[in-house]
């Protein structure tokens, strides 16, 4: 059974710094294809950072130079560094992974960026 479990969320103000962790149990170890999406209130949900099937991490533009993804594949843990947050920010937080060619997400964690 796959399990994601997230942690990390919170409240910050902005210019602020957060940091999402996300442990995957129940894959195989190394796997490529794991990262965060997010959703705000009436949007779609939409990807933050992502580690791709050929390795490579993906990001949206709205976060490049800000957020920084990275994995402890040994554990299957990808941590999401949130740096200079901004109220755009704000949305619930998601850890995808995609194995046996099947996806899987997590609960969920709730980022709010606000003074």
């Known amino acids: 059974q796959v399990q994601l479990v997230e942690s990390g969320g919170g409240l910050v103000q902005p210019g602020g710094s957060l940091r999402l962790s996300c442990a995957a149990t129940?894959?195989?170890?190394?796997?490529?294809?794991m990262g965060w999406y997010r959703q705000a209130p009436g949007k779609q949900r939409d990807v933050v950072a992502h580690f791709t099937v050929d390795g490579r991490i993906a990001y949206a533009n709205s976060v490049k130079g800000r957020f920084t993804l990275s994995r402890d594949s040994t554990k299957n843990t990808v941590l999401l560094q949130m740096n200079m947050l901004k109220p755009e920010d704000t949305a619930n937080y998601f850890c995808?992974?995609?194995?046996?060619?099947?996806?899987?997400w997590g609960q969920g964690t709730q980022v709010t960026v606000s003074s």
């Open positions: 129940g894959i195989a170890n190394n796997v490529n294809t």
């Open positions: 995808h992974v995609v194995f046996a060619q099947q996806h899987y």
